[in-house]
């Protein structure tokens, strides 16, 4: 098992245990849905419902639940100041975001709250299944909606050049990890692809912070936007372990 900070290990690395769930939005016939779809999921449990910040608050103490997935609008109050105060108070319990909005603001307002997933509510269900397993490994996720918006919105908005740092200066490896987060790809995919694990991945991403002093996946979201890195077909010596796997004959 893998230990995690305060001793407790995440419930996705355990498939024996499932990812004990709330439900936190204003309307009761979304949660209806929502806990339909959830419990076809064998390795979910959806433990409660809240329709408010103050039930919300309440069944967390009581309930402890592993995953809060909630909205941005919610009686009371919002769903960002929710999270930061979650996150405060029960740093093992994960939030997701599922919402309507998909500006920019929200979705930075919502890491640095320190949500760890963030989905559309326009999205398909496969992507917050995605979130909230991510979100049960301790992981990030933007769901491809939200990330494409956030892209969109940046090259109609850009006023400014690239974040601090030299791109040249990173490492081949960092090169590699920047442009497959960028394309959305989770930790665990990164990892997969360079055939590292996902604890090197993630240390490459805080490297990759702190050398072009950005603060959040967004914002290297928006860097390899700005250097067109997004969409770019990658060349052999760029990933030799991807396209090794790749031109194996099918059997």
């Not at 100041?81 to 919402?99: F, K, M, Y």
């Not at 969109?152 to 974040?163: C, I, K, M, V």
Request: glycine share 6%; proline share 5%; net charge positive.
């Amino acid at each position: 098992m893998i230990a995690v900070a305060g001793g407790r290990t995440p419930r996705g690395l355990d498939a024996m245990t499932p990812l004990r769930i709330l439900l936190v939005d204003e309307y009761a016939i979304l949660r209806e849905g929502l806990r339909h779809i959830l419990a076809e999921i064998p390795e979910f449990s959806v433990v409660g419902e809240a329709a408010d910040t103050v039930s919300a608050l309440e069944q967390v103490w009581r309930l402890q639940p592993d995953v809060v997935v909630l909205d941005i609008a919610l009686p009371g109050m919002n769903g960002l100041d929710l999270t930061a105060r979650l996150r405060q108070s029960h740093p093992q319990t994960q939030v997701v975001i599922l919402t309507g909005k998909s500006h920019e603001e929200y979705v930075l307002k919502a890491l640095d709250a320190g949500a760890t997933g963030f989905v559309h509510k326009r999205a398909e269900s496969h992507m917050l299944i995605a979130a909230i397993r991510a979100a049960g490994r301790h992981e990030h996720y933007l769901c491809p909606m939200i990330r494409d918006d956030v892209i969109r919105q940046f090259l109609l908005e850009r006023r400014h050049g690239p974040a601090n740092g030299h791109y040249d200066a990173l490492s081949v490896r960092e090169q590699q990890v920047l442009r497959l987060l960028a394309e959305g790809h989770a930790t665990r995919k990164v990892a997969e692809l360079l055939n590292i694990s996902p604890k090197t991945v993630e240390k490459h991403r805080v490297n990759l912070m702190h050398k072009l002093g950005l603060p959040n996946l967004v914002a290297l979201v928006k860097y390899a936007v700005s250097l067109e890195l997004v969409g770019v077909e990658p060349t052999r010596q760029e990933f030799p372990t991807q396209r090794m796997r790749t031109s194996l004959p099918k059997k």
